[in-house]
Every structure is written in structure tokens, then in C-alpha cells.
Nanobody, 115 residues
């Protein structure tokens, strides 16, 4: 059973930066598809950025140019560097991974952008 643990959320001013981390455990292999979603209050969960099974990256339009997803396969960890944060980026950010056709989610980490 894969477990995902996120960290790195917090309170930041508009224009600031945060780096989120998601560590996967419960598996001995590097998970090919890992990524980040977010859910703002009153809104549906949406994709932010992800690695596809083919190894490419996919970003939401709102994240392009500001957010960068990266990974450390040796640590089975995926990161999300978020720069130029905006008020609209306020949300709970969830890590997601696929393993043998099953989707796993982390517990989420709160990101609040406020002046």
C-alpha cells in the first residue's frame, strides 16, 4: 500500500515562494506517475502539475511559468516549486500517485497566500 506524505505548505505573501514535497513509501519501485492537485474552498479539486507515465510533465495553465515540478527517484519524492504566488493559489495541495492502476492521495498541505 502506497502512502504519500506532503510537507512544505504555509502562509506566504503575494509574490512569494514555497516548495512542497511529497514522499512516497510502501513501495520499492519509483512511481512513474506522481503529481500535485489542489482544492480551494468551494471549488473542485484540480490538477496543478504532474509527471506522466511517459516521463513528461503536464501543467495547468494557471501554473505554467510560475510552478515547477521535479522529482528525486532515489527518494521516491516529488517536489513543487511555486514562485510568484497569487491570492488565487490559496488551496489545500494534494499529492497523487498511480501504482498498478490504483490512485493514491496524500492528506494534503495548506497553502495560504495572503497579505
Amino acid at each position: 500500500q502506497v502512502q504519500l506524505v506532503e510537507s512544505g505548505g504555509g502562509l506566504v505573501q503575494p509574490g512569494g515562494s514555497l516548495r512542497l514535497s511529497c514522499a512516497a513509501s510502501g513501495t520499492t519501485r519509483s512511481l512513474p506517475s506522481m503529481g500535485w492537485h489542489r482544492q480551494a474552498p468551494g471549488k473542485q479539486r484540480e490538477l496543478v502539475a504532474t509527471f506522466t507515465t511517459g516521463g513528461s510533465t503536464n501543467y495547468a495553465d494557471s501554473a505554467k511559468g510560475r510552478f515547477t515540478i521535479s522529482r528525486d527517484n532515489a527518494k521516491n519524492t516529488v517536489y513543487l516549486q511555486m514562485n510568484s504566488l497569487k491570492l488565487d493559489d490559496t488551496a489545500v495541495y494534494y499529492c497523487q500517485a498511480w501504482d498498478w492502476g490504483v490512485a493514491y492521495w496524500g492528506q494534503g498541505t495548506q497553502v495560504t497566500v495572503s497579505s
